[in-house]
C-alpha cells in the first residue's frame, strides 16, 4: 500500500490502516501507535473510525458483499468500509454527505471509475442495512463470530446475549479514576471560569469521572498522576482485596499498572506498607514503571517492581532484593481471553478462538497456585479476570481448591460482573483467604 502522508486527513489514516489490518490482522493498538498524527485529536478521530470499522467489521463486510460482485482492490475496499460504518453512525439525513466525503477521497486516490463504483455501491448501502436487521442473524447483525454469539446464547440466553454483543459495538467512555482531587477541583473551576465548560462528569462510582470536554484539556492532569485513565471495573479486584496501611503486598502480572495504582494509593501516605509489582520482562513492564513514577516521591508505600516470570519465582528471588516472600495480601490479575473488554478490544473478537480460552485456564490454574504460595497464613487473595465466561473464573476456583495447593485456603465470594448489567467492562472476582 503506498506509505501514508503526515498531511493526510484521520479519514485517510484510517482507511491506511484498515488496508493494513486486513493484510496482516495484528493488534489493533500496536497499528494505531506506528502511525504518525500531528495532535491527539487528530489520533482520537482516526481511532473512532478504525475502531469503528473493526468492531463492525462483519456486519461491514456482508453489506458490501451483496453489492459487489468482484473484490475490489484492498485499497478501495479499505475507503469503502470506513464510509460504510460511517453510514451506520450517521442519522439518515447525514448519510448522503457521508457518501458525497467518501466518494471524493476515493476519487483524488483511486480512479474516476472506482469512483463511480464506490458511489453507486454506497447510495444503496441504507436499504441493505434496514434489511440486514430485519434478516440477519444475532451474529452478523451485532458482528460477532458465530461461535461467540452461539456461546453467549448457551450461556446467558438470547436476549441477554444481544444486549452483551450490542454493548461491545459502542465505543467506551473516555473514563479517568481521580487520585488528586484538589487538583481535578482546581482545573474544574478553571475551566469553568475561562467559559470552556466542564472537563469532566461525575459517575456512578465514586472517585471516577468521565470525559466531558476535548482530551487534550485533560492531558496534563493526566501526565501529573492526578487522574489515571481506566474502566470503572478496574476497582473491583482491589477493592476485594481489602488492603490496610502498613501491610505487604504482592501484585502479580501488574502491567499496565492500573490497579498497582489503586493499591499503593489504598496502602496510604505514612510510608509504612510494601507493594511488590511483578511483571515479565518487555515492553509491558516498561509501561508498568512508567505509569508507576506517577507516585508522588518520597509519600506512600515502599513500591519495587520486579522483572520475574510469576510461575518462575522462588524465595530465592525475594531474598536477592532483600524483600519477604510471604504477604498479607496478593492480587492475581490473570491473562484470560478478554471476553468482558471486547468493547476496548475490537479485533480481539476476530484473534479469539474456542481453543484459547481452554490454553488460558491451563496458565490460570498455575498462575493461581503460584499466588497462593507467596500467601501468609490468616492473608487474602484476589484473583481476577477481565473474562465472563465460567470456564475462567468458577471452573479455575473450583479445580484449585481440590487440589494439593488449595487446600490451604477457603474460598470467600466469587462474582462475575456482566456489562451490560452494571455499564462498565466485564470481570471476574473471587476472594480467597488462607487457613
Same mark, same amino acid.
Given at each position: 500500500m503506498t506509505r501514508t502522508k503526515s498531511t493526510a486527513s484521520p479519514w485517510q489514516k484510517a482507511a491506511d490502516l484498515c488496508e493494513l489490518y486486513t493484510a496482516n490482522p495484528t493488534k489493533s493498538d500496536t497499528l494505531l501507535s506506528d502511525m504518525t498524527f500531528q495532535s491527539s485529536v487528530e489520533r482520537r478521530r482516526c481511532q473512532f473510525l478504525f475502531y469503528g470499522v473493526l468492531r463492525h467489521r462483519r456486519r461491514i463486510q456482508t453489506l458490501l458483499s451483496g453489492l459487489i460482485s468482484r473484490p475490489p482492490k484492498p485499497r478501495l475496499q479499505a475507503m469503502l468500509?470506513?464510509?460504510? &460504518?460511517?453510514?451506520?453512525?450517521?442519522?439518515?439525513? !447525514?448519510?448522503p454527505k457521508v457518501v458525497d466525503? /467518501?466518494?471524493?477521497?476515493? !476519487?483524488?486516490?483511486?480512479?474516476?471509475?472506482?469512483? *463511480?463504483? /464506490?458511489? =453507486?455501491v454506497l447510495r444503496k448501502i441504507p436499504a441493505e442495512i434496514e434489511k440486514l436487521e430485519q434478516t440477519g442473524s444475532a451474529a452478523v447483525r451485532t458482528s460477532?463470530? +458465530?461461535?461467540?454469539?452461539?456461546r453467549w446464547t448457551a450461556q446467558f440466553g438470547p436476549e441477554a446475549a444481544e444486549k452483551l454483543m450490542r454493548w461491545n459495538l459502542k465505543p467506551a467512555e473516555v473514563t479517568f479514576r481521580v487520585r488528586d482531587t484538589a487538583a481535578v477541583e482546581l482545573a474544574q473551576a478553571e475551566s469553568s471560569a =475561562? *467559559?470552556?465548560?466542564? @472537563? &469532566?462528569?461525575?459517575? !456512578?462510582?465514586?472517585?471516577?469521572?468521565? $470525559?466531558?470536554?476535548?482530551?487534550?484539556? /485533560?492531558?496534563? @492532569? $493526566?501526565? /501529573?498522576?492526578a487522574i489515571y485513565a481506566q474502566d470503572p471495573s478496574t476497582r473491583l479486584a482491589p477493592a476485594a482485596l481489602e488492603v490496610q496501611p502498613g501491610q505487604h503486598v504482592l501484585d502479580l502480572c501488574a502491567a499496565p499498572g492500573g490497579k498497582t495504582l489503586m493499591l499503593a494509593d489504598a496502602l496510604g501516605l505514612d510510608n509504612k506498607g510494601l507493594l511488590v509489582a511483578v511483571e515479565l520482562p518487555g515492553p509491558r513492564l516498561e509501561q508498568l514503571d512508567e505509569n508507576l513514577r506517577k507516585l508522588n516521591d518520597g509519600d506512600g508505600p515502599d513500591v519495587r517492581l520486579m522483572a520475574e516470570d510469576v510461575l518462575a519465582l522462588t524465595s530465592e528471588h525475594?531474598?536477592?532484593?532483600? $524483600?519477604p516472600d510471604?504477604? +498479607?495480601a496478593v492480587l492475581l490479575d490473570?491473562?484470560?481471553?478478554?471476553?468482558?473488554?471486547? %468493547? %476496548? !478490544?475490537? +479485533?480481539?473478537?476476530? %484473534? @479469539? *478462538?474456542?481453543? +484459547?480460552?481452554?490454553?488460558?485456564?491451563?496458565l490460570q490454574r498455575m498462575l493461581l497456585c503460584a499466588a497462593a504460595a507467596r500467601l501468609k497464613p490468616g492473608g487474602r487473595l484476589v484473583y481476577s479476570t477481565c473474562s465472563i465466561e465460567p470456564e475462567e473464573n468458577a471452573d479455575v476456583l473450583e479445580a484449585f481448591l481440590a487440589s494439593e495447593e488449595g487446600q490451604r485456603l477457603k474460598l470467600v465470594s466469587q462474582q462475575i460482573f456482566l456489562p451490560w448489567e452494571t455499564s462498565h467492562d466485564g470481570a471476574g472476582v473471587a476472594v480467597l483467604e488462607a487457613r
Open positions: 468500509e470506513v464510509a460504510v &460504518f460511517e453510514m451506520l453512525e450517521s442519522e439518515p439525513a !447525514r448519510q466525503f /467518501a466518494v471524493g477521497n476515493i !476519487r483524488r486516490a483511486m480512479s474516476k471509475g472506482e469512483a *463511480g463504483l /464506490a458511489n =453507486a460477532h463470530p +458465530d461461535w461467540l454469539a452461539d =475561562a *467559559g470552556e465548560g466542564m @472537563l &469532566f462528569d461525575d459517575t !456512578r462510582w465514586p472517585g471516577f469521572v468521565t $470525559l466531558a470536554g476535548n482530551f487534550h484539556r /485533560a492531558e496534563p @492532569l $493526566l501526565k /501529573a498522576g525475594f531474598a536477592q532484593e532483600g $524483600l510471604k504477604f +498479607d490473570a491473562p484470560c481471553s478478554n471476553t468482558g473488554v471486547l %468493547r %476496548r !478490544r475490537p +479485533d480481539a473478537k476476530w %484473534r @479469539l *478462538g474456542e481453543e +484459547d480460552i481452554a490454553e488460558s485456564v491451563g
